[in-house]
C-alpha cells in the first residue's frame, strides 16, 4: 500500500514537471562547455577555458587581449553581446572583474562561472535572455595575471602574492625582491614561525598544540611569534621584507589616489602598471559602461565607495539612494553579507579601483568580497574561536588546510616551530562551497546589470495652438533602478548630458525646454540650438522628466523625436502633428 502510494506521488510529480519545464530546467541547462565548480584553475586554465567558451558561443561571445601584464601574460577580456540586437557599444554595459589581488582566486572563478552561466541560459532562461539582448558585458576573470600565476605555483600563504610582479624595493636598500619567503618544511605553503622563548607572549594549547594561544597578562609563554616562513636572505636583521613586487594595483588608480608615503603601494603615478593602463583605456573607451563590479576575497561584503572620508560630499544623496536600493538587495541574496561603506566600514583606500568608476566616470560600482567564514556555518548568530574553526575544518576538509608544527633549526633564531595554516585554509572557500558561492554573487551582479537604465516615452501630447504653432509635450520614463546619468556625473562634468532632440521636414523650433511636469505652465527654455534640450541630471530611477517644444509645422508633417544617453540605449519614435497624445509602450530594444 505504501510502496503503491509512493508510486502514485512520483506519477503526478513527472506529470507536473512535464507540464512544467522548469522543474529540470532550473538546475539542469546543458552548457556546451563542461567546467566543474568544486575547483580552483590556475592562470593558463582559466585562460582555456575562456577559449572553448568563445569557441562554443561565437554568437554571444568575442575574446580579446586589453594587452600584456608585468611578465608578459595576456589580459582576456570577454565581450558577452547579442549582435542581433546592436552593437555592444550601443547598449548600457557592464563591466565586471576579478583578482586585483593575485591571491583573491575566488574572484575569477566568479567572473567565468558568470560567461558560463549567461551562456547556456542564452533562450532557455527568459529573464536571463531578455537582459543578454538589452545589455552587454564585459569580463575580465583576472586583473593580475602575474600574481594569480605566483599564488598557484609557488609556496605561499592566504595572504601573499596580492601584489604584481614588478620588482620592487619595499626595504629601500637598492636592490628589488632580495628577500621574499622560503618553503623551509618543504609542505608547499608558507607557514608561520614561532621561536623559542622563555618570556614569550604565546603557548601552545594543552588540548590542541595545533593552536598557539596567547598568555594572560602577566604570566609567561614559551613562544614568540618570528613572522613568516623564510630567512634573513640580505643580511639587515630582518626576514621577509623584500619579497616579489610589492604595490597593490588596487591603489593605483585616478581617483583619491595618493603617493606611496600615504597609501603603501600606490605606484609611482596613477596608471604607471602596465594592467591597470590596459583597463582604463578599454573603460574609458567605453562610456556606455553605467555598471561595474569588482570580485575580491574575504568578508562577505557589498562595498561602494568613497575609499576615504574627505571624498563622501561627493556622492549627491540620490546617488546613494541607488546604492542602498541595489546593496540591499544584495544582503537578502547573499547570506552572511553586508552592504557597506568602504572607508566607514573597513579601511582608507586612496586610489580604489570602484571608486575611480564611480567618482572618475560616474559608473554604479561594487567590490564584493567574496567568503565569509560565517558561512561556515547554518547559525549565522554563532562565530567560531580558534578551536571552533579547527574543529570544522577537521570534521569537513579532514586537515587537508593545516600543517602540523615541527621543529626547525633556524640560521639565525635558532629552533623554531614552523607549521598552521596552508594557503588554502583561510581567505578563499573550500571547494565544495565554491559554486554556491559563485551563483549567489553572479546573481547579484545579474540585479545590478539588470537595473541599468532602460529608457521609453512614457507620454507624448501633440496640441494645436492654431497658425500651424503646435505644442509637444514628452514625458521620457525610466523604469530600472540606476539614473541614465548619475548625479556625480552632472556635477563633475562627468561624460556628454543626455539629450532630447526634434527633427522634421518643414518644422521650425520656436522654443524648447524643461518642465516640472506635463500640467506645467512655465518652461525652462533652451538658448541655443533649440531642437536639441540638453538633460545634465538624465532620466532618475524608477521615474520621468518632462519636456516640451512650441514648433511651426504644417498639419500631418511628420517629426522625429530621439533621446540620446551615453549609459542608455537611444530610444526614437516618429509622430505627426496632429491633436492628440501618443503613449510609447516600446522601450529602448
Given at each position: ?44 586554465e582559466i585562460s582555456e577555458l575562456l577559449h572553448k567558451l568563445v569557441d562554443a558561443y561565437p554568437q554571444l561571445l568575442s575574446l580579446q587581449s586589453l594587452g600584456k601584464s608585468e611578465q608578459g601574460r595576456e589580459m582576456w577580456l570577454v565581450t558577452l553581446n547579442v549582435a ?26 566568479t567572473v567565468v562561472y558568470s560567461i558560463w552561466y549567461l551562456t547556456k541560459s542564452y533562450g532557455k532562461v527568459d529573464s536571463l535572455t531578455e537582459l543578454m539582448d538589452r545589455v552587454a558585458f564585459y569580463f575580465l576573470p583576472m586583473q593580475n595575471p602575474d600574481g594569480r ?441
Amino acid at each position: 500500500m505504501f510502496i503503491r502510494y509512493l508510486s502514485q506521488i512520483t506519477i503526478i510529480v513527472l506529470s507536473i514537471c512535464a507540464i512544467n519545464s522548469t522543474c529540470a530546467a532550473q538546475q539542469q541547462i546543458p552548457s556546451k562547455t563542461d567546467i566543474t565548480w568544486n575547483r580552483f584553475y590556475n592562470y593558463d586554465e582559466i585562460s582555456e577555458l575562456l577559449h572553448k567558451l568563445v569557441d562554443a558561443y561565437p554568437q554571444l561571445l568575442s575574446l580579446q587581449s586589453l594587452g600584456k601584464s608585468e611578465q608578459g601574460r595576456e589580459m582576456w577580456l570577454v565581450t558577452l553581446n547579442v549582435a542581433k540586437t546592436g552593437a555592444d557599444t550601443e547598449k548600457p554595459a557592464m563591466y565586471i572583474d576579478g583578482n586585483v589581488h593575485g591571491n583573491e582566486i575566488q574572484s575569477a572563478e566568479t567572473v567565468v562561472y558568470s560567461i558560463w552561466y549567461l551562456t547556456k541560459s542564452y533562450g532557455k532562461v527568459d529573464s536571463l535572455t531578455e537582459l543578454m539582448d538589452r545589455v552587454a558585458f564585459y569580463f575580465l576573470p583576472m586583473q593580475n595575471p602575474d600574481g594569480r600565476d605566483y599564488w598557484f605555483n609557488e609556496p605561499n600563504n592566504p595572504h601573499s602574492s596580492r601584489t604584481g610582479q614588478r620588482p620592487t624595493d619595499n626595504d629601500f636598500d637598492g636592490l628589488v625582491d632580495e628577500d621574499g619567503p622560503e618553503d623551509l618544511d618543504g609542505d608547499g605553503h608558507i607557514g608561520t614561525m614561532w621561536r623559542f622563548d622563555p618570556n614569550g607572549t604565546s603557548r601552545r594549547n594543552r588540548d590542541d598544540p595545533r593552536i598557539i594561544e596567547r598568555v594572560e597578562p602577566g604570566q609567561k609563554g614559551e613562544l614568540s611569534r618570528a613572522g613568516s616562513e623564510g630567512i634573513d636572505n640580505d643580511g639587515d636583521g630582518r626576514i621577509n621584507e623584500d619579497g616579489p613586487g610589492g604595490y597593490d594595483m588596487n591603489r593605483n588608480w585616478p581617483s583619491g589616489w595618493q603617493p606611496n608615503y600615504i597609501q603603501y603601494g600606490a605606484g609611482d603615478y596613477p596608471f604607471d602598471r602596465p594592467e591597470t593602463n590596459a583597463i582604463g583605456q578599454f573603460i574609458t573607451a567605453h562610456p556606455n559602461i553605467a555598471a561595474g563590479q569588482s570580485y575580491h576575497n574575504a568578508g562577505g561584503m557589498m562595498l561602494r565607495g568613497p575609499g576615504a572620508k574627505h571624498r563622501e560630499n561627493l556622492y549627491p544623496r540620490s546617488d546613494k539612494a541607488v546604492y542602498s536600493k541595489l546593496g540591499k538587495a544584495g544582503e537578502e541574496m547573499l547570506p552572511f553579507y553586508r552592504y557597506l561603506v568602504i572607508y566607514a566600514d573597513l579601511y582608507t583606500v586612496h586610489g580604489g579601483f570602484v571608486t575611480w568608476l564611480s567618482e572618475g566616470l560616474g559608473i554604479v560600482s561594487f567590490t564584493n568580497e567574496l567568503w565569509s567564514n560565517s558561512q561556515m556555518l547554518q547559525n549565522s548568530q554563532k562565530r567560531l574561536d580558534q578551536k571552533g574553526r579547527l574543529r570544522w575544518q577537521d570534521r569537513m576538509l579532514f586537515g587537508q588546510t593545516l600543517t602540523e608544527y615541527t621543529e626547525y633549526d633556524h640560521p639565525t633564531l635558532g629552533k623554531v616551530l614552523i607549521g598552521g595554516g596552508t594557503k588554502y585554509s583561510s581567505r578563499i572557500p573550500p571547494p565544495f562551497m565554491l559554486e554556491e558561492l559563485c551563483h549567489r554573487n553572479f546573481a547579484f551582479t545579474m540585479f545590478h546589470a539588470d537595473n541599468m537604465p532602460l529608457l521609453s516615452f512614457q507620454w507624448i501630447e501633440v496640441k494645436s495652438l492654431g497658425n500651424d504653432l503646435w505644442q509637444i509635450t514628452i514625458e521620457v520614463a525610466n523604469e530600472k533602478i540606476i539614473p541614465s546619468r548619475l548625479a556625480i556625473a552632472a556635477q563633475r562634468k562627468i561624460g556628454q548630458p543626455d539629450r532630447l532632440s526634434i527633427t522634421g521636414k518643414g518644422i521650425k523650433v520656436v522654443t524648447s525646454g524643461k518642465l516640472s511636469d506635463r500640467f506645467d505652465k512655465t518652461i525652462d527654455p533652451v538658448d541655443d540650438r533649440k531642437h536639441v534640450i540638453p538633460n545634465d541630471g538624465g532620466i532618475p530611477g524608477q521615474k520621468h522628466k518632462t519636456f516640451r517644444y512650441l514648433v511651426t509645422g504644417k498639419a500631418g508633417a511628420e517629426i522625429k523625436l530621439q533621446y540620446t544617453a551615453e549609459k542608455s540605449r537611444d530610444i526614437e519614435i516618429s509622430i505627426k502633428l496632429e491633436s492628440g497624445a501618443v503613449t510609447e509602450s516600446s522601450k529602448d530594444e
